[in-house]
């Protein structure tokens, strides 16, 4: 596995990690495979994960619940776990009772990282910051960072914010490239961690895009999905979440660490 500094704080973390949308439902709870998707969960973590991203939002709180389960028998301090703040909880009431659930729900008492999950305009940018610098100096979430804020935002949310955004998740794959003429730089030059969420497009790929991708798998003896998480996380400052509940997508996964591109082959992906 490949490690990269966080948002600048020397906090090393895994380049891949696990999404789990979906896993224990969608807005709401979904109860009926929770049996499976502990197992995902766990087979996950025994095949060396340790970067996992969460949110309130997913299954209503359960994909939460199921990743406590699943992490209760492993060490707290091995994980860098992840989650986020849904628009309608970022008022100075509502964040604390959200951080606090999530806790709960996660069977943990500190967060990684805590993220801003979409902006909500609604409610003041300032407000939100200032109470998730509180809880960080409680040392309940250890670091702060947003979701879906472009570069405009992100600059001005830096700008406030008296502790560091140290991430911004947002969708970054092979053809979504909507970060790169400004916030992608925008990271680079103020090390903040670009956390590329969909990095696999679902694998909904355009076929111009798809054939070149094979040509790479191929010459590399690897997946498509490999060589878009090692495009995406040969750039400086990216790391990436894809979500797996199957064995063989998650073990794909988790090796594009290891896969090497030619700078012709990075070149060639860049420029499609
Ligand atoms: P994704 O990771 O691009 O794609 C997931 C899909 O690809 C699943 O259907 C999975 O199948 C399949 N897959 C995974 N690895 C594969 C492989 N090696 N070969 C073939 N198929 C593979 O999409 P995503 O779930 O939207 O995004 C990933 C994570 O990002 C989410 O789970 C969530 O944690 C986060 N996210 C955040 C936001 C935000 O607003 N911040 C928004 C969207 C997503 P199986 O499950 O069957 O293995």
Redesign the pocket.
């Known amino acids: 596995m490949i490690y990269k500094d966080l948002g600048g704080t020397g906090i090393m973390i895994p380049a891949i990690?696990?999404?789990?949308?979906?896993?224990g439902g969608r807005e709401d709870p979904d109860y009926s495979n929770d049996n499976e998707a502990i197992n995902?969960l766990e087979t996950a973590i025994e095949m060396g994960y340790t970067h996992i991203?969460?949110?309130e939002h997913?299954g209503g709180g359960h994909c939460e619940e199921l990743i406590g389960t699943a992490i209760r028998n492993f060490s707290r301090e091995k994980f860098f776990i992840?989650s986020?703040a849904w628009p309608n909880h970022l008022s100075n009431i509502d964040l604390p009772k959200s951080v606090e659930k999530s806790m709960e729900r996660l069977g943990v008492d500190y967060i990684d990282l805590y993220?801003i999950?979409?902006p909500n305009p609604e409610i003041p940018l300032r407000e939100t910051l200032k109470t998730l610098s509180d809880l960080k100096k409680l040392g309940i979430i250890k670091n702060i960072g947003v979701?879906?804020f472009e570069y405009p935002l992100l600059k001005e949310a830096v700008e406030i914010s008296s502790e560091p955004i140290v991430c911004d998740?947002?969708?970054y794959?092979i053809e979504d490239r909507e970060p790169e003429p400004y916030l992608l730089p925008y990271c680079q030059k103020n090390k903040i961690t670009l956390?590329?969420?969909?990095?696999?497009?679902?694998?909904t790929l355009t076929e111009s895009i798809r054939l070149n991708l094979e040509k790479i798998a191929i010459r590399h003896d690897v997946?498509?999905?490999?060589v878009?998480?090692a495009w995406l996380i040969n750039k400086e400052n990216v790391v990436?979440?894809?979500?797996?509940?199957?064995?063989?997508?998650?073990?794909?996964?988790f090796e594009?660490a290891d896969l090497i591109l030619s700078q012709e082959e990075v070149q060639l992906l860049d420029s499609i």
């Open positions: 990690g696990l999404g789990t949308w979906q896993i995902t991203d969460t949110a997913y992840v986020k993220l999950h979409w979701s879906n998740q947002v969708l794959n956390t590329a969420y969909t990095p696999l497009r679902r694998l997946s498509i999905s490999q878009m998480l990436a979440i894809p979500k797996a509940s199957k064995f063989q997508h998650m073990k794909d996964n594009a």
